[in-house]
């Protein structure tokens, strides 16, 4: 792993990379006019990161065409209609209100946790888990810095807590009944469809199943719910004991539930 800047980077942005280098414990390699394909050709590394003035960019040895730069993605669609009162399924299915707290445990790209933050206002929290250092690092420093209109979109971003960390310790971690709704998504390791975002990071994602163990430690931490998002066919909600949310036909995403109160 190795960390540069754009080319000629003023003092705050090398600045920045060398915090980025020392979070990664990355060598930071002066970027002296080289391209990425020839930095990552003389580095031998797997993977890059770039701070330029207005993004980080995390290149694949592999795909150096398509880095992967912070995007809200499909959730931007879905948070600009929920603006103008539509309903959205997450949102519906999980019973999430304002002022509810919702521990995301695969936050990703952080989509999902979007339109929570949307749901749950200025007065809720949504905390959202990721485990893999690298998507975490580009992902927060996306919502902090991403700039979008209109503003309560960029608001809904900036409230977000994005926490590294294993979901099964965290969870360990919280008191019984201390939040609202608990949500996973494991989706995000093996998508339907393959967006242009998820697939530059398809090679640092968790891929791990979900286990017994942590959906009796989500049913111990929530107050309302536990919501799981899978694929329509998938077997899973039978498997961790999940009911499975009426949706019309032809839904290729299913919600399931274990309904606390």
Known sequence: MIVTTSQAPHEQLLAYAQGLARELNAQLIPRRQMSVRKLMERSGAPFMLVATEHELRLYERDKLDKPFIYH???ALPKLKAMLHGAEESLIKYSGCEQGDVVLDCTAG??????LFSQAVGSDGQVIALESEQLLY???????????????AIEQAMRRIELKLADHEQ???SLPDRSVD??????MFRQPLHESSAIGSI??????HALSHAVIDQAKRVARKCVLLKEHSM?????RLGFERCQQARGHRVAYGKIQII
């Open 72 to 74: 809200p993605s499909m």
């Open 109 to 114: 790209l952080c989509s999902d946790s979007l």
């Open 137 to 151: 690092i580009v992902v927060r420093e996306g919502l902090a810095n991403y700039r979008i209109e209109p503003a």
């Open 170 to 172: 965290y969870l360990s």
């Open 181 to 186: 709704i608990v949500y996973f998504d494991p």
């Open 202 to 207: 398809r090679n640092i994602a968790n891929k």
């Open 234 to 238: 998938s077997d899973e909600f039978e």
